[in-house]
């Protein structure tokens, strides 16, 4: 069973929880993002497996998951991008924000950058594909009316620039 941390509004940790106890009482909890862009500028974006239980199907930044109990933002990026695109990249920090939508626990999306150039060795459990787009692309396909994870569009909108 999976622990993750239950944090304030200033993201101080309070207590842990289970994650479906987080989901079912509807806790603060933290989940990392990264948004891994080539040395063209483009940014790689995964299409979720049709087997993952929220937003199968939809595009979704390249890296992204829960912060486990006891976790640094950091391990847990770094732990994702391993168990999802096989690979290990260099982050930084871009931002944090508290993201608030009806229906659904509060949380923190700590997000993160990284520059990588080479393929990726998928996780077919979690993830269909990866491929890079140009930011102008992305808006195209957004455009189109494909679906996209929720959390990609907020931080798309907030830091991207992408309507």
């Given amino acids: 069973m999976e622990f993750l941390d239950v944090v304030d509004e200033d993201d101080n940790v309070i ?12 806790l603060r909890h933290r989940i990392v993002h990264i948004m891994i862009f080539n040395k063209k500028g483009e940014l790689a974006l995964q299409l979720r497996s049709k087997n993952v239980p929220f937003c199968p199907n939809h595009w ?3 890296v992204g998951g829960h912060v486990r109990s006891g976790e640094t ?3 847990a990026a770094l732990r994702e991008c391993e168990e999802e695109l096989g690979v290990k990249v260099e982050i930084k920090f871009l931002s944090k924000d508290l993201y608030r939508v009806e229906g659904i626990p509060e949380k923190f999306l700590i997000t993160f950058t990284a520059i990588y150039e080479g393929s990726f060795m998928i996780n077919p459990s979690a993830v269909e594909r990866a491929d890079f787009f140009s930011l102008a692309s992305v808006q195209e396909i957004i455009d189109e009316g494909e679906k996209f994870h929720p959390e990609l569009l907020f931080i798309l909108r907030k830091h991207f620039g992408i309507k």
């Fill in 73 to 75: 933002c950091e391990e």
């Fill in 60 to 62: 979704s930044t390249a």
């Fill in 15 to 26: 207590g842990k929880a289970s994650k479906e106890d987080v989901y079912k009482k509807c």
